[in-house]
Structures are given as C-alpha cells and as structure tokens.
C-alpha cells in the first residue's frame, strides 16, 4: 500500500531528532530544490547477467554495484551517474548515492536532481534518509509498502542558509570521519570470519584439525570398518546404486580414514513436489529462503499448510529430528541445516532430507562437511539447469566424502563448535561496535539538523 497520511502531519508529528530543526529555520519541499525523476519499466524479457548495459534495481541500493544487465535501447535520460543520489520507491525506501558505473535506472527506483544554486547536495544526503524512514514508518502495507515520487516532493527539508547547509556538512565530516572509518574496519569483519569458518571446516574435512589427537589416539577403530557395518544397513532400503570411485584421482587421507560415496553413509529423499498451500497458523513447512547464515533455521517467518496438506506430503516420508536438511533448488543450493527438534514440520522440494545410516545418525561430521567447500563445489559442478539452478539427488548421493572414524568424528565436531564459538562471540562484538558506531551518527545527525554544531561558529 501507499502512504495514506499527508507527509506534512507525519513531520509535523514526529519525535525522531532527525526531523528536528533549528527553530530559525523554514522548511522548504524537496520538490522546490530538486526534480524527482522516476525510472523506467525496462523489458525484463532483455535482462541478463553480463550483456549490455548495468541496471539498478531497488536491491541494488547501497550496493554499489548490479549484477543485472540490459541488452536493448534505451532513452539516456535514464542514465545514472557516479554521484547520482538515488532511492528506492519500495520496501524500505533506502536512500543512497549511487557510486558504482554508469547503470540505466529501473522501475521503482528515482534519482533525485538537486539544483545547487538553492540546496547543498551533501547536505541533503545526510538529512533525506530520516524523513523516507518517517514516511516508511507511517505506511501501512499487508505486502510491500510503496512511495510515490509525489510524496518524496512533499517531504518539508530544513532550509537553513546555504551557506550555513556547507558549514553543518563541513562540521558533521570533519566529526564522523573516525567514526566512518571504524564502521569501514567493522564492515570487512563479517567476510574474515566467513573465510575462517570455512578454513576451520577445510582443516576438519581433510585430517588437519586431528592430527595431533590421532597421535595421542593410535588404536581407534578405521573407517572402513564402519562403512562395512552400515553396507548391511543399506541392503535393508531400496537405495540406488553406489559409483564407484576406484578409477578417481584423490588426495592423500590419514591412514584411518577413507574415501566413500555419500550413498555408503546416508539415504537422500525429496518430497512431493507438489506445492501445498498456505495455511494460517498451521504446520511450519521450511524452505531454502529459511537458511539463516549462522547455520540455523529461522522458524519466524516459515510458511504453514494445513494437516491435510502435511498428511499429503508424509505418504513420502516424514523428516525426523535428526535428519539433515540439504537445499537442492535455487540461489541457495549447497547449504545444510539441521532438522528442527521437537516439533512438527515438513519441508519443500527445493530441499533433500539426508538421513544418516547407524550409527553415523548421531554424528554431525557430515553436517560441517556438508557446509564445507569441498562439498559446496562438488555441488555446484553438478548443476543441471541453466536457469534455476537444480541438482539431482543421485549427484547428492555421489558426493565424495573423506571419512574418519567414528571417534575422531566426534573429536572433529568437538573442536568445530569450539572454535566457531569463538567466531560467534567476535560476530557479536562486531554487531555491537556497529550499533554504537550507528548510534554516534545519529547523534551528531541530529545535533547538526538542529543547528547546534555551527550556532557558535
């Protein structure tokens, strides 16, 4: 929905600080310093990932970069710039300016033309975002929220001499810019803890993290001896064959280990493919979009269907508890998740169940390989659709697996949960420097829309 109350009561009636001004000052609409200009329903049918000309999209804000392109005619009236200051008329309605290449600006999204005889362009960088997260807030929607470029017009900007607007951006710089920096460090945290994570699941999948424990350990039982006992296990299911994989080259394992297929530990199912419908509080159906980067599932906003719908889908089979959840369809294909525990759920087909064999069912070593990268690209060679991406559970079965014995496995996952501990706590003192870093800018923000860092300058 559209924004339903004027834009004028919502600042009038507003407690932000940030759309406080200094009481010397007059308001003056945006769209008396600046032409809002919309952008254009290009044809979709011409979008691609590499030919053309790049596309900003809403997603693409704050982004800095498209990875959407277009490969057809266009007007150059829609041409955006380095430096253009650019929002997004849905969602959220960010607010950004634009410092990625030369891109054709898409529907939903408008750049905003400041004329600089009557308006400091920076200025109205730092002053814009909290009157679009006013209006965002005073938007009632069921779905996605909308702005119209009427509305951005209409929002009353604090007007303060010109020559003032060049002196509060000077001051707010010249304060932030230690601040600006440390978020800057803060930012690149997330990408260093993300290649840990994997370096400490390369080092569990190949021997490295246990190497001083198998020396301390030399009479543990060998691999091979488990997958024997699990192949009369097997026999007992209807499982499709094992490829062999006496002709691959692979690397050099510690002697107790061993290379398998994933088939000789696990049995891999998917669901009806039918889609069930939705049903107001009803039972959680859990899908890829579900996956939360920590390894976990949100649960908050899982869709629901009706019993019938999940009697339906349990003809199949039923997900237990500690089953493994596998995505298989789509932009997130080659994430694993375990299964909720102590509740009822089914799940799409865009996800596999992989239910370990024996006594590998309460191991979570191929929980953490199946998140390593050394599985992720063999999930990702095997890829069978142009479009969505799609992998078939005989590529899952065929999974080549390095492994341990059973007592190192757990001496593995061990050591994974301690040292990803680690990782988690650093995350969580990131997001905290972050917020206090945000909460610093608001602060000089508001100081400055007041008029209080130049009134004695």
């Known amino acids: 929905m559209s924004l339903t109350v004027p834009v004028a009561e919502i ?34 049918e011409l979008f691609n990932d590499k030919k053309g000309t790049p596309l900003i999209r809403i997603r693409d804000i704050g982004n800095n970069k498209t990875e959407c392109y277009y490969d057809g005619v266009f007007d150059e009236a829609y041409v955006i710039h380095p430096g253009d200051l650019l929002v997004g008329m849905d969602g959220d309605f960010n607010c950004s300016t634009w410092r990625g290449p030369k891109a054709l600006l898409n529907q939903r999204v408008c750049k905003i033309e400041v004329n600089i005889e009557q308006y400091n362009r920076k200025f109205l960088e730092y002053v814009l975002p909290g009157y679009l997260k006013a209006i965002n807030e005073n938007t009632s929607s069921q779905t996605v929220k909308h702005l119209s470029s009427r509305s951005i017009s209409e929002i009353l900007l604090p007007n303060p001499p010109l020559t003032e607007q060049q002196r509060i951006v000077a001051r707010v710089e010249a304060l932030l810019s230690h601040v600006n920096a440390a978020r800057e460090r803060l930012s690149r945290v997330p990408l260093i803890m993300k290649k840990f994570r994997q370096a400490v699941l390369a080092a569990a999948c190949s021997g490295g993290l246990t190497e001083g424990w198998r020396k301390e350990n030399p009479d543990i039982e060998e691999a091979n001896k488990l997958v024997k006992r699990l192949e009369s296990i097997r026999k007992q299911f209807k499982i499709r064959e094992i490829s062999s994989i006496d002709n691959l080259e692979l690397s050099d394992l510690p002697d107790s280990w061993t290379w398998i297929r994933l088939a000789n530990i696990a049995i891999v199912m998917d669901p009806d493919h039918k889609m069930p419908k939705s049903s107001d509080g009803g039972i959680i159906f859990i899908s890829p979009k579900d996956f939360k980067e920590n390894y976990q599932i949100d649960m908050t906003k899982t869709k629901r ?25 789509g932009a997130d294909l080659g994430k694993a998740r375990k299964a909720p525990q102590d509740i009822k759920f089914h799940i799409s087909y865009s996800l ?21 990268m050394f599985i992720r690209n ?17 590529d899952i079965d065929n999974f080549i697996i390095p492994l341990p014995p059973l007592a190192e496995q757990y001496e593995i996952v061990r050591r994974v949960g301690l040292l990803f501990e680690r990782a988690d706590a650093i995350d969580r003192e990131v997001e905290a420097a972050t917020r206090r870093c945000e909460r610093l800018t608001q602060a000089v923000l508001g100081k400055a829309f007041r008029g209080e860092l130049t009134r004695n300058l």
Not at 23 to 43: D, H, M, Q, T, Y
Not at 305 to 329: A, G, H, M
Not at 378 to 394: C, K, T, Y
């Open 11 to 44: 600042i009038n009636s507003s407690t932000n600080p940030l759309l406080a001004i200094d009481p010397s000052w007059e308001r003056v609409p945006l769209g008396k310093i600046a032409k809002v200009l919309n952008g254009f329903a290009f044809k979709s």
């Open 305 to 329: 269907i009706s019993d019938e719908e999940f009697l339906r889908l349990s003809k199949k089979f039923v997900p237990r508890p500690l089953d493994i959840l596998y995505s298989r369809i």
């Open 352 to 372: 596999a169940v992989i239910r370990q064999l024996g006594e590998m069912e309460n191991s979570d070593y191929l929980f953490w390989l199946l998140n390593s």
């Open 378 to 394: 063999q999930a990702f060679e095997n890829v069978r659709s142009i479009g969505v991406p799609d992998l078939g559970l005989r």
